[in-house]
């Protein structure tokens, strides 16, 4: 009996393969989550959006283990930046607790002329 190009525990191993991906990739996207959040705290900013960057790392190489999230965060006095968190070391991933950030511009105070008024 032909049964066509794939034998079917072929692609019972296939099916199994890829779910398995799929899950250790969720798994470390929830990691890298909470290392992003555990890294705010470490800051004292309030992340009020992020972007998982596998491809377009901002001012990072795209060869290390690393992870990158692109940000907008408030500090304490409410003041919004965006920039790009890099957490992990090159070689080690996410098992290192090295981190760093590049903001990609500083705020600026007000300035009189935009200040209301009386």
């Not at 066509?4 to 798994?27: K, M, Y």
């Not at 500090?75 to 991933?93: I, K, Y």
Request: net charge positive; with cysteine.
């Amino acid at each position: 009996m032909n049964m066509g190009p794939f034998h079917p525990s072929q692609i019972v191993l296939s099916v199994l393969l890829a779910f398995i991906a799929g899950v250790l990739t969720w798994r470390y996207y929830c990691w890298a989550r909470r290392r992003l959040e555990a890294w705010a705290r470490d800051h004292q900013v309030r992340v009020l959006r992020q972007e998982w960057r596998l491809f377009l790392r901002g001012p990072y190489d795209g060869l290390g283990k690393y992870v990158v999230f692109k940000i907008r965060a408030a500090d304490a006095s409410g003041v919004e930046r965006t920039g790009w968190v890099r957490l992990g070391g090159f070689w080690s991933g996410l098992w290192s607790g090295e981190s760093h950030v590049v903001w990609e511009r500083e705020p600026q105070p007000p300035s009189e002329e935009s200040a209301p008024r009386p």
